[in-house]
């Protein structure tokens, strides 16, 4: 076990719990401002086309309003933002041109939401429309091979065609998955305020120092002008990743107004004025000898994307390295559609990509009359099989048996709808779960007291996660401090920066920040408590000197209190700042925080492991034998993710993830209108997610696993691994209690019948 593993593993209550649940915690749009003035954003009813003219009259003839913004009148003033949660940002102001259903065409600022909102609504707009590409099979809509580089090819090894033709047994089959928003509980919402040449700006965000560089490229203003401010956030999941257009646009309405501009989007327009996942359709071909040995696999992969992005996921990246196979063949493809750019959203590359590698896996198993576990187990590799390196840690099989031994998969017969309950079929279904673990570069600044308060200030981010807990528990086990005595400032780009908080990285770049930083101090106390010849660990190896329960702790159990340990290094308070390179990171990782650049270390992207966490989810599905209706009432799911930071905090999402999953697998489908390219409901009225009676009694095994190659601290992160292979676990619940595959997601009582 690494020594630092003592640090964490006690279930802690989140530092910011009484804050959320008062209303004293202050997100984005909370943030008081003097005398803002409101904005409301029109938006085009096309997908294709030109804004022919746009009538204005009755807009400013409402009492309140004091200015509209289109590309007639701002245009040229905004670069568009380079990148937008993943893809390359389709414009809005910049131009005429429309490129997507919901893209914003005019800001209309009044003295009162009310008044915006109602001038928005009377704003008149005139197009040239053209007939839009809605998605794959569209007229017009193009399909291309996805970017490599030569760092990051498309995963293949052997000959996989060669072998799947040869293998005793095959599966090959069609899947696909749809499209799906966010829907985060907190609006998308942006509030600029200049003073003189400085601007800040309130916006949920997982990334203060790249949304600060971001918008300062887009104004060309200098980024030390720009500060950014997300003190907490309401949900992000991917979408608040990237910088959108409607930053900069409020930033110059409020340039123009000369007073602070302050937008709340609406929850329909959240649909198109940010990201979102792409549909995908795959192909996935298994190869296996008549003892289930993988000889091939085959994935290829096509995912919309908008006219001028190439954004993609690419989940063959993690499907290519589940299980030993000699022959692999991966390829991905893009088809350009009119529609918004989509983006990252919750394990953006496996959650689709997993559905149908782990929907086809379990198609294997029972073409080879096969338990799906044993299947699994045979495959199961210590080696990456794409490029050979060692897995940092590799738990799956591990998983696998803690959860099945508690749902009690012992007691499931096989064969296809041999399960019943009076009129319900039951089902029940496994699948692996799996993420990459990144971590990326940050820096932070400590002060401590000569009483042992401790403050930690980084520009780190509150997605919901317990972020602010995970900085408190490393702080305050690193200096022998209690929790409560840690004070933690995050969410602000004057904080020194962290890399953007998405691909599950927040734990362990800010957990090894802080400890660096804590480090420091406690080896300075030591070093003087050697020194000190009154010192009870005069001469003694600073080394082996350690913070616990507010002392200065030696081998044998001698102690001197935090007080006078500290008394020698300060006299009053002792700050230090730290910065983080973690393995792995190029050289210029550090510095390039400085100018918002992510920089991350991706689990696939180092020279000597790959790291990643692994999980197994079972769900029993229960369906009812005429109407078809789709009941899930049990989940048991287990994951090793290296060190959980907070045990507590880590249970919750966990649990989110999994039931998200099930969201994805029965209920989720934002729908797109063939003829119009335009999504039909925006809403969360009809796009559909589970409530409470839906959501079943979900028990999450948190998996013991020990793991210093990931990193120091050995935490693999655990943000996203819940959602991934549940969509799967589902279908095959559904083929296990009805004896219909379905390779379309979601499925629904309709799909079954
Ligand atoms: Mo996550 S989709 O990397 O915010």
Redesign the pocket.
């Known amino acids: 076990m690494p020594r630092t593993a003592r640090l964490f593993g006690r279930p802690t209550p989140r530092v910011d719990g009484v804050a959320k649940v008062t209303g004293a915690a202050r997100y984005a749009s909370d943030e008081p401002v003097a005398n803002p003035a409101f904005a409301y954003l029109v938006t085009s009813t096309i997908a294709r086309g030109r804004v022919a003219g746009l009538k204005l009259d009755k807009a400013r003839a409402v009492a309140g309003v004091l200015d509209i913004l289109t590309h007639d009148n701002v245009g040229a003033l905004v670069k568009p933002p380079s990148q937008a949660s993943g893809g390359a940002t389709t414009t809005t102001l910049e131009s005429d041109r429309v490129w997507h259903d919901g893209q914003i065409i005019a800001v209309v600022v009044a003295e009162t939401f009310e008044a915006a909102r109602e001038a928005a609504h009377k704003v008149e707009a005139d197009y040239t429309a053209e007939t839009p590409s809605a998605t794959f099979g569209s007229p017009g809509a193009v399909s291309e091979p996805h970017k490599t580089t030569p760092e990051r090819p498309d995963p293949a090894k052997g000959d996989a065609a060669a072998a799947l033709a040869d293998a005793a047994v095959r599966i090959d089959a069609r899947y696909s998955t749809p499209t799906q928003h966010h829907n985060p509980m907190e609006l998308f919402t942006t509030t600029c305020v200049w003073h003189g040449p400085r601007l800040t700006i309130y916006e949920g965000s997982?990334s203060m120092w790249g949304l600060k560089a971001a918008v300062a490229r887009q104004l060309g203003i200098d980024p030390a002008q720009v500060r950014t401010v997300s003190h907490f956030v309401g949900g992000?999941?991917?979408s608040r990743?990237g910088t959108t257009s409607r930053t900069a646009w409020i930033a110059i309405a409020a340039r123009r107004l000369g007073r602070p501009v302050k937008l709340v989007a609406t929850r329909e327009q959240g649909f198109t004025i940010v990201t979102y996942r792409a549909e995908t359709r795959q192909r996935l071909a298994l190869g296996a000898t008549r003892e289930g040995r993988l000889t091939a696999l085959i994935h290829e992969g096509w995912e919309v994307t908008s006219r001028p992005s190439g954004y993609n996921v690419a989940g063959v990246d993690a499907t290519a390295r589940m299980y030993a196979c000699p022959n692999i063949a991966t390829a991905v493809h893009v088809t350009h559609a009119d529609r918004n750019t989509p983006g990252?959203?919750?394990a953006?590359a496996e959650t689709p990509y997993m559905f149908a590698l782990e929907s086809a896996m379990d198609e294997l198993a029972y073409a080879l009359a096969m338990d799906p576990i044993e299947l699994r187990r045979v495959n199961d590799t210590a080696i990456d099989p794409v490029d050979g390196k060692r897995f940092s840690s590799r738990s799956l099989m591990a998983c696998f048996d803690q959860a099945a031994a508690r749902f009690g998969w012992a007691r499931r017969d096989p064969r296809p709808q041999s399960m019943r309950d009076g009129d319900w079929l039951i089902g029940m279904g496994c699948a692996t779960s799996t993420y990459p673990s990144n971590i990326g570069p940050a820096a932070v600044r400590l002060s401590v007291t000569p009483r042992g308060k401790a403050t930690v200030q980084l520009a780190a981010h509150e997605i919901g996660t317990g972020a602010y807990t995970v900085v408190a528990i490393t702080a305050a086990h690193s200096l022998g401090l209690r929790v409560e005595d840690v004070n933690v400032m995050l969410g602000d780009s004057d904080l020194p920066p962290v890399t953007v908080a998405?691909?599950s990285n927040n734990a362990a770049t800010t957990a090894s920040v802080v400890y660096k930083a804590c480090e420091e101090v406690r080896s300075r106390m030591a070093a003087a408590a050697v020194k000190d010849s009154h010192s009870a660990f005069h001469r003694a190896d600073p080394a082996a000197l350690v913070l616990v329960g507010g002392a200065l702790t030696g081998p044998r159990g001698a102690a001197e209190p935090f007080k006078k340990a500290f008394a020698r290094v300060a006299g009053g308070v002792l700050e230090v700042h730290a910065e983080n390179a973690p393995k792995g990171a190029k050289p210029d990782a550090v510095a390039g925080l400085y100018q918002g650049k992510s920089a991350m270390v991706s689990g696939m992207g180092r020279a000597d492991f790959t790291t990643f966490a692994f999980g197994a989810h079972f769900v029993e599905v229960r369906v009812h034998a005429r109407t078809r209706e789709i009941r899930t009432p049990r989940v048991v799911s287990a994951f090793a993710a290296g060190t959980i930071v907070n045990p507590l905090t880590a249970y919750s999402q966990f649990m989110g993830g999994a039931i998200w999953g099930l969201s994805a697998a029965l209920f989720e489908e934002t729908q797109v209108d063939p003829r119009t390219a335009r999504y039909v409901n925006k809403n969360l009225g009809d796009y559909i997610v589970p409530v409470n009676a839906d959501t079943p009694d979900v028990e999450i095994i948190i998996v013991p696993e020990e793991d210093d190659g990931v990193n120091p601290l050995g935490i693999k992160g655990i943000g996203?691994i819940g959602i991934v292979g549940m969509n799967a676990a589902v279908a095959n619940a559904v083929f296990h209690a009805t004896g219909r595959r379905i390779r379309d997601l979601p499925i629904r009582a309709e799909s079954l019948l």
Request: charged share 15%; net charge neutral.
């Open positions: 997982q992000a999941f991917g990743g990252f959203m919750r953006p998405g691909g996203e």
